[in-house]
């Protein structure tokens, strides 16, 4: 069908309005929606974001309400537990602890269980108490106790199925980083060392040799030069000292200790003279070290050999850098030192006497109380300690180090730690890096 044609110019003119006007009244109803629109969007997007609030509101008050309810529940069962199993503890005793537990529970540092808390707030008490602790404000004994908590729950946590125990000792409320900052990374230079493998020619000394027997747990004749160090044990034959206590809060000074400690038992094994020297003499005088800041035992060695130490008794420990003024007491020497690496500490040094070995310590240590040790290690050499045994423990099958430490007689074994030794891993914790020996010639 062909659409007719309008001719008529008037007609032309009519319809032309006609569709002008429709065009107009649809640009009208088209401007007219778009403020509808934003108006519906925005009511929507209103509507939803007081949907969130209030939702967020009321997660926040049935947050608010359970933590309300939790803390009143926390104090009812900590209140009854204090009445009924404490009811002769001290009200200003009782009153502090319940106010500190439920400070801390509110802030959530504690489990909901107010007997485990509380047990744990005993042992903070006796620590306090053991350990002389004094805090300058009520923060900083919080701090600690949170700290504590942590430590505390380690060791009684602690799997019976591992070949050494945990215990609590002076070092549990130490933070992370008091620890690093306690330990701080010493990168010892082994190149320049002036290693010696001359060291068993100054091995026929009667009364090394009758030493020797007695470490060796042996009744029969030994050539030293034939011997290996596994199961020697320096400690059968008295020719190791009592062990110290460095004071490691206030001074960084066990590079200072085990070189003293290896030139003591050098003294009773070689002289059976027992000698107690001066760690306080090296930190003071002992420039090439950093006093109470760690030092080198190499160094320290040196020192020994060049200007002797005085006795301790003369020039007592303090725990910090003084002046060194010391000449005219009298000293003891050693002739030299032998310095060796891997199984030569072993199978030499240690044959000769104890020595002094430098390991890469982690936090982890500072929980040993017995057995054998096969916990983590340390990333590099940050401790100083004192090779003085090898030997085997029945109990578990491992063959461990024996080494003395500088933290007093109350922490491991009597101060003692016993490093496992695993098959294929002599150097654990980098305890064969390097070893130093100081040397008595025969007199």
């Given at each position: 069908?062909?659409?007719?044609?309008?001719?008529?110019?008037?007609?032309r003119?009519?319809?032309n309005?006609?569709?002008n006007?429709l065009?107009?009244?649809d640009?009208?109803?088209s401007?007219?929606a778009?403020?509808?629109s934003r108006l519906?969007t925005?009511?929507?997007l209103l509507?939803?974001?007081?949907?969130?609030?209030?939702?967020?509101?009321?997660?926040?008050?049935?947050?608010l309400?359970?933590?309300?309810?939790?803390?009143n529940?926390f104090?009812r069962e900590l209140d009854?537990h204090l009445t009924k199993d404490?009811?002769?503890?001290?009200?200003?005793k009782?009153d502090?602890?319940f106010?500190e537990?439920?400070?801390?529970f509110?802030d959530?540092?504690l489990s909901?269980?107010p007997?485990?808390?509380?047990?744990v707030?005993?042992e903070?008490e006796?620590?306090?108490?053991?350990?002389?602790?004094?805090?300058a404000t009520?923060?900083?004994r919080?701090n600690?106790?949170?700290?504590?908590r942590?430590?505390?729950l380690?060791?009684?946590e602690?799997k019976?199925d591992?070949p050494?125990?945990?215990g609590?000792?002076?070092?549990?409320d130490?933070?992370e980083?008091?620890f690093?900052?306690?330990?701080?990374?010493?990168?010892?230079?082994?190149s320049?060392?002036?290693y010696?493998?001359?060291?068993?020619d100054n091995?026929?000394n009667?009364?090394?040799?009758?030493?020797?027997?007695?470490?060796?747990n042996?009744v029969?004749?030994v050539?030293?030069?034939n011997l290996?160090?596994?199961n020697?044990?320096?400690r059968?034959?008295?020719?190791?000292?009592k062990?110290?206590?460095?004071?490691?809060?206030?001074?960084?000074?066990?590079?200072a200790?085990s070189?003293?400690a290896?030139?003591e038992?050098l003294?009773r094994i070689?002289?059976d003279?027992?000698?107690?020297?001066?760690?306080?003499?090296?930190?003071?005088?002992?420039?090439?070290?950093?006093?109470?800041?760690?030092g080198?035992?190499?160094t320290a060695?040196?020192?020994v050999?060049?200007?002797?130490?005085s006795s301790s008794?003369?020039?007592?420990y303090?725990a910090?850098?003084?002046?060194?003024?010391?000449?005219k007491?009298?000293?003891?020497?050693?002739?030299?030192?032998f310095?060796?690496?891997?199984?030569?500490?072993?199978?030499k040094?240690?044959?000769?006497?104890?020595?002094v070995?430098?390991?890469n310590l982690?936090?982890?240590f500072?929980?040993?109380q017995s057995?054998v040790?096969?916990g983590?290690?340390?990333?590099y050499p940050?401790?100083?300690?004192?090779?003085?045994?090898?030997?085997?423990?029945?109990?578990?099958?491992l063959?461990?180090w024996?080494?003395k430490?500088?933290?007093?007689?109350?922490w491991?074994?009597?101060?003692?730690?016993?490093l496992?030794r695993p098959?294929?891993?002599d150097?654990?914790?980098?305890?064969?890096?390097?070893?130093l020996?100081?040397?008595?010639?025969s007199s």
């Open positions: 069908m062909v659409s007719s044609v309008v001719s008529n110019p008037n007609e003119l009519v319809n309005r006609v569709e006007d065009e107009s009244s640009d009208t109803l401007t007219q778009k403020p509808v519906l925005r009511k929507l509507g939803v974001v007081v949907l969130f609030f209030l939702a967020g509101v009321s997660v926040v008050s049935y947050f309400f359970s933590k309300y309810k939790m803390l529940k104090k009854d404490f009811p002769n503890l001290e009200r200003s009782r502090t602890c106010d537990l439920t400070r801390l509110g959530g540092f909901d269980d007997k485990l808390e509380y047990e707030y005993r903070f006796e620590f306090n108490s053991k350990y002389n602790r004094r805090h009520q923060q900083e919080l600690r106790l949170v700290t504590f942590s430590n505390y380690e060791v009684k602690q019976g591992e050494y125990v945990k609590i000792n002076r070092f549990s130490l933070t980083r008091e690093y900052k306690m330990f701080p990374v010493n990168e010892f230079s082994y320049d060392l002036p010696k493998d001359h060291i068993l091995v026929s009667p009364t090394y040799l009758k030493n020797l027997k007695k470490a060796l042996t029969e004749d050539d030293p030069r290996t160090g596994e020697l044990d320096w059968r034959a008295d020719g190791v000292t062990v110290k206590d460095q004071v490691m809060d206030e001074c960084y000074s066990c590079w200790f070189t003293v290896s030139v038992s003294y070689y002289r003279e027992t000698v107690d020297l001066s760690e306080q003499e090296l930190v003071d005088c002992d420039k090439l070290s950093g006093g109470c800041f760690t080198s035992p190499f060695m040196e020192y050999c060049s200007k002797g130490l008794r003369d020039v007592p303090r910090k850098v003084g002046k060194c003024s010391y000449g007491y009298k000293k003891k020497f050693v002739n030299t030192y310095v060796a690496s891997g199984l030569d500490i072993l199978n040094s240690l044959v000769v006497s104890p020595t070995v430098p390991i982690s936090r982890e500072l929980t040993y057995g040790y096969n983590s290690c340390g990333h940050n401790h100083v300690v004192v090779l003085v045994g090898e030997g085997f423990d029945e109990k578990t099958g063959r461990y024996v080494l430490n500088s933290w007093g007689p109350d491991g074994e009597n101060g003692f730690l016993r496992a098959k294929g891993m150097n654990k914790c980098g305890v064969l890096s390097v070893g020996t100081p040397v008595l010639y």
